[in-house]
């Protein structure tokens, strides 16, 4: 096995120990020398114990670290159903063949993503593309962090006392003589005092400009998977396509810090991963892709087959048809004390970048859905414990089988069920909250650190006009259930036909959608058919429009 890891000794220290008890030794030897454990790769037989029972105790002592289990051609008919298991429950992310010969491709592949995984997730990067500095205390920079970590954008956080801060902060005049935070420094856009998403969108996620008199075939409002689905598409099918969305690319699945049941990533894939390659393959087919270009509204055409007028802060652009993947936004929790120590430590979302200032402390999640349950497990290879708390009884009724498995394996996680948080304070972050529980109406105060809330969405289109109908909450509704008033010859519109011809909805935005990325990145590539069959009713206008006259 020497062999087979001398490719990665330029970048890591490579270390090995023959059995459970000198590699507890060899682990806790590293930790007291502040050395980073990338990765356990234990073997399934030991001479002192099984190779499940040393990477479990290997884990509780380095939980950032990845695990792989190997196992040789005659261990692994009689081990299938524990390997299994193992993965199933979360106890590895991996198990793999010994490699055979001077080369197994498919074995390097496995440990060079987990190695990136884990690079991305658990360490400081090496070079940094942008500085934020600011106060500890400052919540804005927690929003700006949250945004780099979703573009994939490697930043550094240093405070305006560090040598690093000084070097930045000593040239900056502030426009009215106090410093004002957070500020962003990097090459591309020098030093930045308090900007805006939309700022460093246009910086580091730069795409050239259209003209003004553009008119794209298919215009997408939200880069979630199923904008980014219906992009890759469109585009690749040959029509003009652009996307917008008012946040990261990505949407709220880019957040997420690991996926783990999205076809054809049998080890699980970030969010943030999974967007980078939609977005990039999208590009590859010549789709425009804009991060943190809000849509303002919607102008429908004046004339039937006319073109959408899509509006932007900065402009509006022109379209033949649209798809609406707007996505959701999480519910704000609504208690004022709580709203305070947003940025201080409560966070809409994952805030997968959060996670990593967590390290040896209790944090909360609240919510039953799959985003959370991905959240504590994420947030347990940090934090000293993680507490789940949910309305519902139990998480049975709302997250996946495979979610509660892994939690329940984790002794890290701990669920507290018909029970809310109520009220949270602190002197300059969160430092505590209070939990009552809805049975009894007792009421306790609770250490915690990090509070991360995912409370249920609601739809991200108050920007659309009336004509597109919506359901009692907001969501749009598409084809058998768009109100028979607006039937047209007695049909239906197209199944993700809204009630505006020539507009499409996918993904959460969509009235009885399954809210989940493999459903949305497939409806959005789902609409695109009926794109084209909108388009090509619009052909005979279009021939007639463009006719010279006779």
């Not at 509780?60 to 429950?89: I, N, T, W």
């Not at 490699?99 to 987990?114: I, M, N, S």
């Not at 919510?367 to 519902?392: D, M, T, W």
Request: with cysteine; aromatic share 6%.
């Amino acid at each position: 096995m020497q062999r087979e890891f001398n490719r990665y000794t330029d970048d890591y220290r490579v270390e090995f120990a023959r059995g459970l008890g000198p590699a507890m030794g060899l682990v806790q030897s590293l930790q007291a020398q502040h050395v980073d454990v990338a990765l356990l790769v234990v073997e399934l037989s030991l001479p002192d114990a099984p190779g499940l029972i040393t990477v479990d105790c290997l884990h509780a002592v380095s939980p950032q670290s990845k695990r792989v289990m190997l196992y040789g051609f005659g261990e692994f008919r009689g081990s299938r159903e524990a390997l299994r298991e193992a993965q199933v429950d979360g106890r590895i992310e991996a198990s793999l063949l010994v490699p055979r010969g001077e080369r197994d491709e498919e074995f390097h592949t496995a440990v060079t993503e987990l190695l990136s995984d884990w690079g991305w997730n658990s360490h400081r990067p090496v070079v940094a593309a942008a500085r934020i500095i600011a106060p500890e205390s400052n919540s804005g920079a927690g929003r700006l962090r949250d945004f780099f970590d979703r573009l994939g954008v490697p930043v550094l956080n240093v405070t305006p006392e560090s040598p690093a801060g000084e070097e930045v902060l000593q040239d900056i005049e502030w426009p009215d003589g106090t410093p004002a935070y957070p500020v962003v420094h990097s090459t591309l856009g020098g030093a930045m005092v308090q900007p805006t998403i939309e700022d460093l969108g246009r910086i580091f996620y730069a795409m050239e400009e259209f003209d003004a008199d553009d008119i794209f075939d298919l215009v997408i409002i939200g880069a979630g998977p199923a904008g980014l689905g219906a992009a890759v598409y469109g585009a690749s099918e040959g029509l003009s396509t652009v996307v917008f969305d008012a946040d990261a690319v990505g949407g709220q699945a880019g957040s997420s810090s690991m996926i783990r049941n999205y076809l054809g990533f049998p080890r699980g894939i970030s969010g943030m991963r999974l967007a980078q390659r939609a977005r990039s393959q999208a590009a590859r087919f010549g789709a425009k892709l804009y991060s943190a270009r809000a849509v303002r509204g919607m102008t429908l055409p004046a004339n039937p087959g006319g073109h959408h007028l899509i509006h932007l802060q900065d402009g509006d652009v022109k379209a033949r048809s649209v798809v609406i993947a707007a996505g959701v936004q999480y519910r704000r929790i609504g208690v004022d004390t709580i709203e305070e120590f947003v940025g201080l430590g409560v966070h809409y979302g994952a805030a997968t970048s959060a996670a990593r200032g967590c390290e040896g402390k209790d944090v909360v999640v609240v919510g039953g859905g799959n985003s959370a349950g991905q959240a504590a497990v994420h947030l347990s290879r940090f934090a000293r414990s993680v507490k789940i708390i949910v309305r519902r009884p139990d998480l049975s009724e709302t997250m996946s089988e495979y979610l509660i498995r892994e939690i329940d394996a984790n002794p890290r996680i701990g669920v507290k069920g018909c029970s809310e948080v109520i009220d949270a304070g602190g002197t300059n972050k969160l430092e505590w909250i209070t939990v009552r529980d809805n049975e009894t109406g007792a009421q306790f105060q609770k250490p915690c650190a990090g509070l991360f809330l995912l409370l249920g969405a609601h739809p991200s289109c108050d920007w659309l006009p009336d004509e597109i109908a919506r359901d009692t909450k907001g969501f749009v509704l598409t084809g058998r259930e768009v109100p028979m008033d607006a039937w047209i010859d007695n049909c239906p519109p197209e199944p993700l036909g809204t009630t505006v011809p020539g507009v499409f909805a996918a993904g959460d935005i969509r009235s009885g959608s399954m809210k989940r990325v493999a459903s949305a990145s497939g409806e959005g590539a789902a609409a695109i058919p009926s794109v084209h069959s909108y388009l090509a009713s619009l052909a005979p206008q279009l021939d007639t429009a463009q006719a010279p006259p006779a």
